[in-house]
């Protein structure tokens, strides 16, 4: 299995542009999350979703979008990047399961992407 | 709303000394529990996990965490620290379902040989 996958690894952006960060995992995984990373901050949860074709809003979902079309796959579009938005971002995904399984809702994240915007 | 507190932010220890690190949540219900390691320019890994049944959790790397209900606390420990434990460390709680997970600030540890 190669987990969850993510790219680009690195991007630059200017104020203004859109674009998608990818994220994919082989685990059939129900549950599929975006999170950014900034100094000091630890990981803000950005949207989550919970199946195919159902997303909610995380703690920072401002400037986001999502969707969720297949299990394997739940990109993140930056519809108009701002410098707030330099980041790094973890895509991750976890085992709904039954009852007190013991791998339910471990997370298992991606490598990242790292994005600056300019 | 759920919260984590991770008091201590950025922890200097000298190789084989004890490690303790604090993380306390915010949530009166049933909670899941959680420690994330993170390696320089790596991705967060899971250390221990906690769900139910007996509150002292042992983990990878001769980690353990202690859920001390009556105190909302999962500290982490480790008897004597390697300079390869170098890392931030990440505190989580999922409370009532899948509803939204909760990390700490994160805890930069390093470790002089």
């Known amino acids: 299995n190669a987990g969850v996958t993510q790219t680009p690894k690195f991007q630059v952006l200017k104020t203004g542009q859109s674009m998608t960060l990818q994220c994919a995992q082989d685990m059939n995984h129900e549950y599929m999350s975006w999170y950014r990373q900034d100094p000091g901050m630890g990981l803000r949860l950005i949207h989550y979703?919970?199946?195919?074709?159902?997303?909610d809003q995380g703690e920072v979902p401002n400037g986001y979008n999502v969707s969720r079309s297949t299990t394997e796959d739940f990109p993140l579009r930056l519809l108009s990047a701002a410098p707030s938005q330099t980041s790094v971002y973890f895509c991750a995904s976890s085992y709904k399961g039954p009852g007190t399984s013991g791998n339910r809702y471990e997370q298992f994240f991606g490598p990242g992407t790292r994005l600056t915007v300019l | 709303a759920q919260s984590v507190s991770q008091h201590n932010h950025h922890v200097i220890l000298s190789e084989a000394a004890s490690l303790e690190l604090g993380c306390n949540y915010s949530y009166g219900g049933t909670v899941n529990l959680f420690w994330y390691v993170q390696y320089p320019g790596q991705h967060l890994q899971l250390l221990l996990k906690?769900?139910?049944?007996?509150?002292l959790v042992k983990g990878i790397k001769g980690f353990e965490a202690e859920f001390i209900k009556s105190k909302f606390s999962f500290n982490l420990r480790k008897p004597s620290v390697q300079w390869s434990d170098t890392a931030e460390y990440f505190c989580a709680v999922i409370s009532g379902g899948y509803q939204k997970v909760t990390f700490g600030t994160g805890t930069k540890l390093q470790v002089i040989p």
């Open positions: 979703s919970v199946g195919a074709g159902i997303t």
């Open positions: 906690y769900f139910s049944g007996d509150p």
